[in-house]
């Protein structure tokens, strides 16, 4: 089982940053997927999920500027993320978890990807 996060990096505020996450190993398109940050010395956050049938879910904080979805063909995760600021800067990470997802979120439960960083500074 793998999942691999790519698109992070630096991005000024007020700029956009697409993520991706592609998986292998596992029944990609059964899962539920999700998007979860995680900030030094703070818990998991989950910011962002979609079902097997493409519901979604956002948390408060990234309504309105991320957008969750799948192509379940690719085996492929996306995130698209506008208007960043600098509390949006962390550790990205994706899961799949079957059938549903645990709360609060845990790297225990599903698959996880290594994760990859956005900073959002100037």
């Known amino acids: 089982v793998q999942l691999v996060e790519s698109g992070g990096g630096l991005v000024q505020p007020g700029g956009s940053l697409r993520l991706s996450c592609t998986a292998s190993?596992?029944?990609?398109?059964?899962?539920?997927l999700s998007w979860v940050r995680q900030v030094p010395g703070k818990e998991l956050e989950r910011i962002t999920g979609i079902t097997r049938l493409g519901n979604t879910m956002y948390l408060d904080s990234v309504e309105g500027r991320a957008t969750i979805s799948r192509d379940n063909a690719k085996n492929t995760l996306y995130l698209q993320m506008n208007t960043l600021k600098p509390e949006d800067t962390a550790v990205y990470y994706c899961a799949a978890e079957d059938p549903l997802p645990r709360w609060p979120p845990t790297k225990d439960f599903g698959y996880w990807g290594q994760g990859t960083q956005v900073t959002v500074s100037s």
């Open positions: 190993g596992f029944t990609f398109s059964t899962h539920y």
